[in-house]
């Protein structure tokens, strides 16, 4: 270890740098004078009684008197350094006293403003809007993934949703064994690329129905969570305001409303003949 390393691991422990450099100086020899361990330790001579001092009290270092002349001589570090980590040790014990009774002022304090501040509940607490496109297909990925028992899902054209985004927001439910419900609209077999997402879907559990036009775009999410996608009717290109609505009635009813058109819906599309 060098001498500036043996420095900072003394400062660690509580000393000063002066106070540090003063305690090493001395461990050099037997013993020295004021002056000597000032001149060792780069110490200026007006603060060397000072230091000195400090580290007789401290432990680490004894005086003694030769006639007129004051020598003062190093404490063995084995005696001298576990003294050092005590009183940190007291010293850390005595900040965390005192911060556990702030801790506790505080707690008694703010406590009472908490509860004044949640007494009211916000009306609207349970219903978000989400307007950016990719803010809605992050919440609908990220209800799919915590989904426990159920989705349920009516779908039309457009979607947000890329082929591929499309694929893996079904995937990791189906893969998980969460019942798996989707009420497409017969218009979907139309494109080659429909056809492909809906047997894919099919084959990993996704059990679909075929209607002629679902009411809205709609995800609801074991019976509890309902994410609806609702299209602006004035604007020709697909522009979608979302809800993220918590509302156990709300999911309730459209989980009827779900399950009305389910039983409504065929098993396969009904397309025109020019449709493969």
């Not at 090493?24 to 002056?35: M, V, Y």
């Not at 009472?112 to 809605?136: C, F």
């Not at 995800?219 to 309902?226: H, I, K």
């Amino acid at each position: 270890m060098s001498d500036l390393q043996q420095l900072d691991e003394l400062v660690n422990l509580g000393l000063t740098r002066y106070e540090a450099a003063a305690y090493l100086a001395l461990l050099e020899r037997q013993d020295f004078t004021p002056s000597q361990v000032a001149t060792r330790a780069q110490i200026p001579r007006q603060r060397i009684y000072d230091v000195l001092g400090t580290l007789c009290s401290r432990g680490l270092c004894v005086e003694r008197h030769s006639g007129r002349q004051r020598l003062f001589q190093a404490v063995d570090p084995a005696d001298a350094l576990p003294g050092l980590l005590a009183e940190k040790q007291r010293q850390y014990e005595a900040e965390l006293s005192r911060q556990q009774q702030q801790t506790q002022q505080l707690v008694t304090t703010l406590t009472p403003l908490y509860q004044s501040g949640h007494r009211t509940q916000d009306p609207l607490a349970y219903i978000e809007v989400l307007s950016e496109p990719r803010r809605i297909v992050e919440r609908g990925a990220t209800l799919a993934q915590s989904a426990q028992h159920s989705i349920c899902v009516f779908f039309s054209h457009p979607s947000l949703l890329s082929y591929e985004e499309g694929l893996q927001l079904a995937q990791n439910p189906l893969r998980r064994g969460i019942s798996y419900r989707t009420i497409y609209e017969h218009s979907i077999w139309q494109e080659t690329d429909s056809r492909e997402f809906v047997r894919q879907c099919q084959d990993w559990g996704q059990q679909v129905r075929f209607v002629p036009e679902v009411p809205f775009k709609m995800q609801l999410f074991d019976s509890r969570v309902t994410l609806l996608s609702l299209q602006d009717p004035l604007v020709g290109t697909p522009s979608f305001t979302a809800l993220s609505i918590t509302h156990p009635g709300l999911a309730n009813m459209l989980q009827i409303a779900f399950e009305h058109l389910w039983q409504q819906g065929t098993l396969t599309p009904q397309v025109t003949p020019s449709e493969s």
